[in-house]
């Protein structure tokens, strides 16, 4: 199947691609256990004629389709240790078993997922983004934001700058920001902990130099974030009711 076949019959194409759009938020596994979602992966690769590579715990499905340019289109499939409260109808109720032994729930919620191929490349290599790097990644976010603006979303995202909250506020007007402090050694610690992700605890200071925290006059609260994750939804949950009143 072509590119240009699937948009060009996208309502058809939609018939199988929501309802497995809506399985898989569903059922997320965390990091290197996504055992069912693999699977469901690679069969629908079969499906679509796709010739596959296992890569550590992924896969690579490679079509070709003649002489000329090379497009590589990539998605993450693991899940995050969050309990999903969106109210959807699809929304995840499973849990999971984490590195340390304890039960959480899971759900899919990184805004890492929007970033463009070319970005999770150069980081990868250790190579810190530029602001027009970012530029495709925030205009991304903006646009699931104003998708989901009812009843409602949250995505995670490092909109270090002003520039880049402005820019996700054009995009969605109203939008309240909540940012998670705290000292940086932590974050590298966290940053390292985490298998085979793309971005390398190198890159943590980089992120520390371009962050301009939130000003005055922007709609937001910041939390430290080095305390339990239930006392920070209860915070950002207290900040959020009293916002909206406001």
């Not at 060009?8 to 194409?13: E, K």
Request: net charge negative; with cysteine.
């Amino acid at each position: 199947m072509s590119g240009r076949t699937v948009c060009s019959n996208y309502d058809s194409v939609k018939v199988w691609q929501e309802p497995l759009y809506k399985d898989l938020h569903q059922h997320p596994e965390l990091s290197m256990q996504e055992e069912r979602t693999l699977g469901i992966i690679k069969d629908k690769l079969s499906d679509l004629g796709f010739y596959q590579i296992e890569v550590g715990g992924g896969v690579v499905g490679v079509l070709e389709n003649g002489a000329g340019p090379t497009v590589m289109l990539r998605a993450d499939f693991d899940g995050l240790p969050v309990k999903e409260d969106t109210g959807l109808d699809y929304a995840s109720t499973d849990t999971a078993v984490d590195q340390e032994g304890n039960t959480v729930p899971v759900m899919h919620a990184c805004g890492h997922d929007l970033h463009t191929a070319a970005n999770v490349a150069k980081m990868s290599r250790g190579l810190s983004l530029t602001d027009e790097d970012r530029k495709p990644w925030l205009t991304a976010v903006g646009s699931w934001l104003t998708d989901h603006r009812s009843p409602g979303a949250v995505t995670a995202c490092s909109a270090l700058k002003r520039s880049y909250r402005d820019q996700l506020r054009a995009a969605c007007p109203g939008i309240v920001f909540i940012h998670l402090a705290g000292d940086q050694h932590i974050v590298i610690d966290r940053v390292a902990s985490r298998p085979d992700h793309f971005m390398p605890p190198s890159l943590v200071a980089s992120q520390y130099e371009t962050l301009e925290p939130l000003q005055d006059d922007e709609t937001g609260i910041t939390l430290n974030f080095d305390q339990p994750v239930d006392d920070l939804v209860h915070a950002a949950r207290q900040w959020l009711g009293t916002a909206t009143a406001a």
